[in-house]
């Protein structure tokens, strides 16, 4: 099964605020963690990807935290536009570490 | 664009037909994969292919064949399938198998498969 899930289903942010999405994972051994966003008609689309070895990492308008103690994951995308409406998923290793499992999706919605 | 490239876009096939979906990347990588996505669900991971070998099937029914030609190509070729599998089929590439820190897996836009 899955390793990893996220909070919700929807998140509706008008443009300018900063969005967060969250994601939990159950496997405690899981040592790399990264996100996705699919937009309409596309594959997913690498954002960015981080390490167990890390609490934070930084890109372009986006930073990806992860808390260990309490097996969580979140994405912050900053001053949110249009363009960021997409369905986003965080995705781990399986067990092997030969393969990337998906997590459940969040569709983000941006209003102007 | 996207550096991993399918074909057909779009695919609708009767149960009793026979046909193939083509993936081509030339970024050389070595790792290539087929997932499923239904609508409004994550994809799923079918097979994994590393230097040209099939390291993972993950009890995809045979109806669903895989075949890497070269280190470039990926197909699956398709046999008597169900409404079910009804569904978009992403290729995807990495450098090694697994992906990893700095060398994510690499998505095709799909082929959005319809069975009649």
């Known amino acids: 099964g899955e390793s990893v899930g996220l909070h919700l289903p929807t998140l509706s942010v008008q443009e300018g605020d900063n969005s967060i999405i969250n994601c939990a994972y159950s496997?405690?051994?899981?040592?790399?963690f990264i996100w996705y966003k699919q937009e309409s008609g596309k594959g997913p689309q690498f954002i960015i990807d981080?390490?167990?070895?890390?609490d934070k990492r930084q890109g372009q308008r986006v930073t990806v935290l992860l808390n260990k103690t309490v097996k969580h994951l979140s994405l912050q995308i900053a001053a949110t536009q249009p363009g960021d409406s997409a369905v986003y998923f965080c995705a781990d290793l399986n067990q092997a570490g030969t393969a990337l499992i998906f997590g459940k999706g969040t569709t983000l919605s941006v209003s102007s | 664009d996207t550096e991993v490239t399918q074909t057909p876009k779009h695919l609708v096939m009767g149960m009793t037909n026979k046909k193939s979906l083509k993936c081509e990347q030339h970024m050389g990588h070595r790792a290539m994969y087929w997932y499923k996505q239904k609508a409004k669900k994550p994809p799923e991971l079918m097979f994994v292919y590393s230097y040209e070998k099939l390291s993972i099937n993950e009890s995809v029914p045979s109806r669903f064949s895989p075949e890497c030609p070269n280190s470039s190509l990926l197909n699956l070729h398709l046999h008597a399938l169900q409404p079910e599998d009804s569904a978009l089929y992403l290729c995807?590439?990495?450098?090694?198998?697994?992906?990893?820190?700095?060398?994510?897996?690499?998505f095709g836009n799909g082929t959005r498969l319809t069975v009649t």
């Open positions: 995807a590439s990495s450098q090694t198998q697994g992906g990893g820190y700095n060398s994510p897996l690499h």
């Open positions: 981080i390490r167990s070895n890390m």
């Open positions: 496997n405690s051994a899981s040592d790399y």
